[in-house]
């Protein structure tokens, strides 16, 4: 079965930068688009970046673009998410997602999820 274990979430002050990773077991995540969701207390789940599985392209939501940024590491068999210039409206519960049958910026495109892993950046 895949499974996917978010970590390295924390509570930081604004300006603070997290390194978000993701571990993939049950197949290699070579063949998978790979993305990061969030969700704030009493949000949707939204869009934050995700990366192609064939291809360098990557996309960010307009409100981290510039500040995060989304790499694989296939022989790992990890994603990351690199926050930096973290604000206080980016505090979520930060979700890693594999495998999208649509085209990538709704969570019903994505077929396997993370447990989650909580990020609050304070002022």
């Known amino acids: 079965q895949v499974q996917l274990v978010e970590s390295g979430g924390g509570s930081v002050h604004a300006g603070d930068s997290l390194r978000l990773s993701c571990a993939v077991s049950g197949r290699t995540i070579s063949s998978y688009s790979m993305a990061w969701f969030r969700q704030a207390p009493g949000k949707e789940r939204e869009f934050v970046a995700r990366?192609?599985?064939?291809?360098?392209?990557?996309t960010y939501a307009e409100s981290v673009k510039g500040r995060f940024t989304i790499a694989r590491n296939n022989a790992e068999n990890t994603a990351s998410l690199q926050m930096n210039s973290l604000k206080p409206e980016d505090t979520a519960v930060y979700y890693c997602a594999a495998y999208s049958t649509g085209p990538y910026d709704s969570a019903k495109d994505w077929n396997y999820w993370g447990q989650g892993t909580h990020v609050t950046v304070s002022s």
């Open positions: 990366i192609a599985w064939n291809s360098p392209v990557t």
